[in-house]
């Protein structure tokens, strides 16, 4: 069986960590797998007890136990927290909002800019908001001020036709891995940070971090603080923390743990993905909700996942265990 890390260093960068993933698993299973790309990742097919199957990576699911009907409910956070409140399940709620006057014709009333500046109002000023079919962190952020709400509108809107906008809460969160309510792990998620280094002002770092975001097709994170705190030269080694977003493809960092109250956790993760209808998915939950050590609330939830986490973390295992069940659920593998 070939390691995840032999066969990644014979890639080139760009090449798609779940298509790595599925050779591997496909290897340490006995299935058959072959690229069809030419070399880019971005295409491949697995073989076995007599079926085969085809990926497509980027925007492609790597989930097919999911169906597409599921994964369309949890990549619309509105839709989604609709269901989940319906069964039962705490969210942080919110509303969505339109962004362009294009198809406005399909759409009920309530949910344009000016509807929005109203709940902003009503939220104190102060809310977070992300593109409502937002994924990776991209645009999720705290606005305050209605000028700054006006901006980050109009910012989002040259990427993505509409947002949602939620009361701003604190808490710790975490995200839990989920199939077939099985939680395969659970992690605790830290925020993006810069590192001194003694010599660079911190808007030097802020500036270098927002390039590399941006070349990743992610939006820089909002950091608000006034000129005296930006041209301080941090410290070698002294953490500078980007609040608001938590996502690892923003810089944000996991760790295996499991919530203090394990079982309400664990309970609201299964509930979350049987009111999609999603066999497989990422739960992402706020525990201790503003102080509140019994309160918990769903963010949100991935029917896509990205797993490099577990790479990092030298889980093999875990990868291999993700993938022999979506290759089970295909009937790649007799059972």
Request: charged share 20%; glycine share 10%.
């Amino acid at each position: 069986m070939t390691p995840i890390r032999a066969i990644r260093a014979g890639k080139p960068a760009y090449y798609p960590d779940q298509t790595i993933y599925a050779e591997y698993a496909a290897g340490a299973l006995g299935l058959g797998f072959a690229e069809l790309d030419g070399g880019t990742g971005l295409i491949f097919e697995v073989t076995g007890a007599g079926r085969r199957a085809a990926f497509g990576a980027g925007r492609g699911s790597f989930f097919p136990q999911n169906t597409a009907t599921a994964a369309t409910l949890a990549n619309d956070k509105h839709l989604a927290n609709v269901l989940m409140a319906r069964a039962g399940i705490a969210t942080l709620r919110g509303d969505y909002f339109f962004l362009h006057d294009r198809h406005r014709a399909h759409r009920a009333p309530g949910h344009e800019r000016a509807d929005a500046l109203a709940l902003f109002r009503s939220l104190g000023g102060t809310a977070f908001a992300k593109p409502l079919n937002g994924s990776r962190g991209d645009f999720a952020q705290v606005v305050t001020g209605e000028s700054a709400l006006a901006a980050y509108l109009d910012q989002v809107a040259a990427h993505y036709d509409a947002v949602i906008i939620q009361r701003v809460v604190t808490g710790q969160e975490y995200r839990l891995f989920v199939l077939d309510e099985e939680v395969v792990y659970s992690a605790r998620k830290q925020p993006p940070f810069v590192t001194g280094d003694g010599k660079h002002a911190l808007r030097d770092l802020l500036s270098a971090q927002e390039i590399a975001l941006s070349q990743h097709g992610i939006s820089s994170a909002a950091v608000e603080q006034p000129d005296p705190v930006r041209d301080t030269v941090l410290a070698e080694g002294t953490c500078f923390e980007l609040t608001g977003r938590m996502n690892r493809s923003a810089g944000g960092t996991m760790e295996f743990a499991e919530p203090a109250n394990a079982d309400r956790a664990f309970t609201a993760a299964r509930g979350a993905l049987k009111a999609l209808g999603l066999r497989a998915g990422a739960i992402d939950l706020f525990t201790d909700v503003d102080g509140d050590a019994s309160a918990l609330r769903v963010i949100e939830v991935n029917a896509n996942p990205s797993i490099r986490f577990l790479e990092d973390s030298g889980r093999d295992d875990l990868i291999l265990r993700i993938w022999r069940h979506t290759f089970t659920s295909l009937g790649l593998i007799d059972v």
